[in-house]
């Protein structure tokens, strides 16, 4: 029996991603607000029938699914026609994956489809979701963790289709573009051009190392070669053992199987990379933060120190002047009856001796507090911020509760102090709990920490944005009591004195 033979009028074009730099767009076609409908396909209520119906970047594809509920599982057998090689929608597309979306918005890959010269694919694949939507994309490789904006095929409900149906609320967390776009060649015929003939397997084995050789480059566009240059090398050496496979003709099986696995592995560096390029920048932009609080507070130190110098110098500037005045009028004096006395002027009384105490116990705690964690002077008390990112959930993070252990060893030293954990944002009273439990445990008195939930009634910035919200999300402690006083050590009091 003779083999079907198919004409690869794609693969002489595929490249490098530096390539797929020279492809000149024409124009943008974009799809705003597309409408996904999941459907709950109910357990044991047989199978059922769905549609699928090209976007406006592929309207004459189509195609169906039978989707069956069973124990543990969703099967999915599904069937498409006219779909055309990937590499219309650019160089870097070289394959389609069916993915399954949530009613949240989560995607999930379920299996790469491989459309022959006759422009049909078929798929069987299971699922642990039980209310989903499909779609299908164009990818560079099958093992894409995210779909692309190439969104080709979408599931459509039948009257008969049995099972609830919901809109897909899709979230800019879970699906980053939000809108279906890509570019189109200046001339979509140049990329399909006249090319070898390829029995099946040899064309699905081009297809695969070529999925490989993207993936592998991907994951070294984001920095994987920095960040996750062992697994990266995994990737690559796989890549070769896949073109040393085909060029040795060890068969299909073990080709594809050698090029999947690379793929899978270049996309791992690819996630790894992104993580730990994350961590680096967040410890980058911590080490910033706390070099700019330690700056703020020396220049806030040294400010506080030359106010009271230059208070000081004023008041015995004053001193002498009247002094002056008074020798000045005493020696002018005559027989005549004396003139009125000068003015005096206003000395403040010096603070009791109490006061001082308490502002200095109320520097020296700020002190010490701040060598733990960050802490500032506040009309509330000594406050001391613990950010979201030192939270793992509700818990704790270890490093935050050893420093909390000091603090709570500072606490028990010093008796009269009274202690409000706040929690703020989100799982905010369990925050809360977390860190009072830690501070009563390592020695603080229990009768004198108490925890509160502020929720979202407090945030220091607007919630509009990530960023805005992730910082909101705090737990503070705040230091009171008579030890040390109810003022800010960098606040000070007037006496107004009438003016004669």
């Known amino acids: 029996m003779r083999r079907k033979m198919l004409a690869i009028t794609t693969l002489v074009l595929f490249g490098t991603l530096a390539a797929l730099a020279q492809t000149v767009p024409l124009y943008r076609v974009t799809v705003i607000d597309r409408t996904v409908s999941a459907v709950d396909y109910q357990y044991r209520n047989g199978p059922t029938q769905i549609d699928f119906r090209g976007t406006v970047l592929l309207p004459q594809a189509k195609g169906d699914a039978i989707v069956e509920s069973k124990p543990g599982r969703v099967e999915i057998e599904a069937r498409f026609e006219h779909l055309p090689p990937p590499t219309r929608f650019g160089r870097e597309y070289l394959t389609y994956v069916l993915w399954a979306i949530t009613p949240e918005g989560h995607a999930k890959n379920l299996g790469e489809v491989l459309a022959g010269s006759s422009e049909k694919g078929r798929l069987k694949v299971t699922t642990d979701l039980q209310a989903f939507g499909l779609i299908v994309t164009a990818e560079p490789h099958s093992a894409v963790r995210l779909p692309s904006d190439v969104v080709v095929l979408e599931n459509h409900v039948r009257p008969d289709t049995m099972g609830n149906t919901e809109p897909i609320q899709a979230k800019y967390e879970l699906l980053p573009r939000g809108h279906y776009t890509y570019e189109v060649p200046m001339d979509v015929r140049a990329v399909e051009g006249n090319g070898p003939k390829l029995s099946m397997d040899q064309y699905q084995e081009v297809v695969e190392i070529y999925e490989a050789q993207n ?3 991907i994951a070294a566009s984001a920095g994987a070669d920095r960040y996750a240059a062992d697994t990266l090398a995994k990737a690559r050496n796989l890549l070769r053992a896949a073109q040393d496979a085909q060029a ?48 703020r507070q020396r220049a806030e130190a040294a400010a506080q120190t030359a106010r009271t110098e230059a208070d000081a110098t004023r008041a015995l500037l004053e001193q002498e002047r009247a002094a002056k005045r008074q020798a000045e009028l005493a020696a002018a004096a005559a027989p005549a009856p004396p003139p009125p006395p000068a003015p005096q002027p206003v000395v403040l009384p010096a603070p009791n001796q109490d006061t001082q105490q308490k502002s200095m116990l109320r520097m020296r705690l700020l002190q010490q507090f701040n060598s733990v964690l ?33 603090i709570a060893a500072i606490l028990s030293a010093q008796a009269g102090l009274f202690v409000e954990v706040g929690g703020h944002g989100r799982l905010s009273l369990e925050r809360a709990d977390a860190v009072r439990a830690v501070l009563v445990h390592d020695g603080a008195p229990p009768n004198a920490v108490a925890a509160r939930d502020y929720g979202d009634s407090r945030p220091l910035v607007s919630n509009a944005s990530a960023t805005g919200r992730e910082q909101n999300r705090r737990v503070e402690i705040v230091i009171a009591g008579r030890p040390i006083g109810d003022q800010p050590y960098w606040a000070k009091t007037y006496s107004l004195a009438p003016q004669r």
């Not at 960050?374 to 509760?401: C, H, K, N, W």
């Open 215 to 217: 993936a592998v480059q």
């Open 248 to 295: 040795h003709r060890f068969g299909m099986t073990t080709v594809v199987t050698a090029a999947r696995q690379a793929a899978q592995t270049a996309e791992d560096a690819r996630i790894i990379a992104l993580q730990r390029r994350q961590e680096s920048d967040l410890a980058q932009a911590r080490d910033q933060a706390a070099r700019e609080q330690a700056e």
């Open 374 to 406: 960050p802490a500032r002077d506040t009309p509330r008390g000594l406050l001391v911020t613990i950010p979201d990112y030192d939270f793992r959930g509700a818990v704790v993070s270890p490093q935050i509760e050893e420093r909390l252990s000091r």
